[in-house]
Nanobody
Framework: QAQLVESGGGLVQAGDSLRLSCTAP????????MGWFRQAPGKEREFVGARSRIGTTAYNEDAVKGRFTISKPNAKDTMYLQMNNLKPEDTATYYC?????????????????WGQGTQVTVSS
C-alpha cells in the first residue's frame, strides 16, 4: 500500500488560512482516488473533499462552504488542501486517504489506505 504523509497543520486564528499537504509515492495520484477527511475529538471521521485520478473533485459543501480547495500540481507527488477563512469548528485531525479508482467517494469505508494525520487547531 502507498505510504501517505500529511503535513502543514498547526494552530491558527479564526479567519486565517492553512495549506495541508499529502505526499505519496510516484504514480499514486495517477491511479487512486484520493480523499481528505477530518476527525474532531468525540466525533466520527468526516469527509472533506476528494480528487479522482483524472482530477475531478468533490467537496462536503455543508462543511467547507467553498472555503477549501484540493489541488495537485502535475509535476509533484503531492496533493494540497487549501483551507481559507478557517473557523473554530474546523478544528480536527486531518487525514489523507486513498481509495480504488473511480469517482471521488464521500464514503469513509471506500478508503483503504490512510496517512497518520495532521492536527489543525483554530482559535476564536
Amino acid at each position: 500500500q502507498a505510504q501517505l504523509v500529511e503535513s502543514g497543520g498547526g494552530l491558527v486564528q479564526a479567519g486565517d488560512s492553512l495549506r495541508l499537504s499529502c505526499t505519496a509515492p510516484p504514480r499514486t495520484f495517477g491511479w487512486y482516488t484520493m480523499g481528505w477527511f477530518r476527525q474532531a475529538p468525540g466525533k466520527e471521521r468526516e469527509f472533506v473533499g476528494a480528487r479522482s485520478r483524472i482530477g475531478t473533485t468533490a467537496y462536503n459543501e455543508d462543511a467547507v462552504k467553498g472555503r477549501f480547495t484540493i489541488s495537485k500540481p502535475n509535476a509533484k507527488d503531492t496533493m494540497y488542501l487549501q483551507m481559507n477563512n478557517l473557523k473554530p469548528e474546523d478544528t480536527a485531525t486531518y487525514y489523507c486517504a486513498a481509495a480504488q479508482p473511480g469517482s471521488p467517494s464521500r464514503d469513509v469505508t471506500s478508503y483503504t489506505n490512510w496517512g497518520q494525520g495532521t492536527q489543525v487547531t483554530v482559535s476564536s
